[in-house]
């Protein structure tokens, strides 16, 4: 099993370009999130979801946008990339309420 | 909302025991405790869940205290692959039992040396 796959594992973006993370997962998870590391910070959850076609605003969204088209893909975008966007993603996926998530191994992504 | 750990870092020699705390300002649904190492991925270790019900691995085992709003982590016997940054991360009432994300706080840096 892959378990979660990120891709790319590393963007550089000029300012105002745009781009999209991929995250797969082949475990048949209902729920999957995106968070965002920083230094100092922990991680910071962007958007979530609960389930196929459904998504939700976490704590840090603005700048972001998301989709879950197909149960096993959840797709983060940056419309007009920002320095201030630069970060660690991490994709995390979870089987059901009680049980614990699966991070794949992170987008490193510089805005410059 | 950010849970609170306490050490934010320590250093211990293997073989020693470490106790990594965690604690919250609002009631608690559940409590997950994650380990990361550097340029990798956090790595799920176990869950408490209100009502103390406990998952989890051996050699590293963890508390809830419901009243308290507090978790704690335990890690007896140290290795050195026990290296790394702990985080935890909270799950509260009416937030579909953590469905709609966890809420992690910044983390405790263990360094283990031989």
């Known amino acids: 099993n892959a378990g979660v796959t990120q891709t790319p594992k590393f963007r550089v973006l000029k300012t105002g370009q745009s781009m999209t993370l991929l995250c797969a997962q082949d475990m048949n998870h209902e729920y999957m999130y995106w968070y965002r590391q920083d230094p100092g910070m922990g991680l910071r959850l962007i958007h979530y979801?609960?389930?196929?076609?459904?998504?939700a605003k976490g704590e840090v969204p603005d700048g972001y946008n998301v989709s879950r088209l197909k149960k096993q893909n959840f797709l983060l975008g940056l419309e007009s990339a920002a320095p201030s966007q630069t970060s660690v993603y991490f994709c995390?996926?979870?089987?059901?309420?009680?049980?614990?998530?699966?991070f794949g191994s992170g987008t490193r992504l510089t805005v410059v | 909302q950010q849970p609170v750990q306490s050490p934010q870092a320590v250093i211990l020699r293997e073989g020693e025991d470490a106790v990594i705390n965690c604690s919250s300002s609002k009631a608690l649904y559940s409590v997950h405790w994650y380990r990361q190492k550097h340029g990798e991925a956090p790595i799920f270790l176990m869950i408490l869940l209100k009502g103390g019900e406990q998952k989890g691995h051996d050699k590293i085992s963890a508390s809830f205290n419901e009243k308290k709003q507090q978790s704690s982590l335990y890690l007896t016997a140290s290795q050195l692959s026990y290296s790394g940054t702990y985080f935890c991360g909270t799950a509260f009432p009416g937030s579909g039992g953590g469905a709609d994300g966890l809420t992690f706080g910044k983390g405790t840096h263990l360094i283990i040396q031989p």
């Open positions: 995390a996926s979870g089987r059901a309420v009680g049980d614990g998530y699966t």
């Open positions: 979801s609960v389930g196929e076609g459904t998504t």
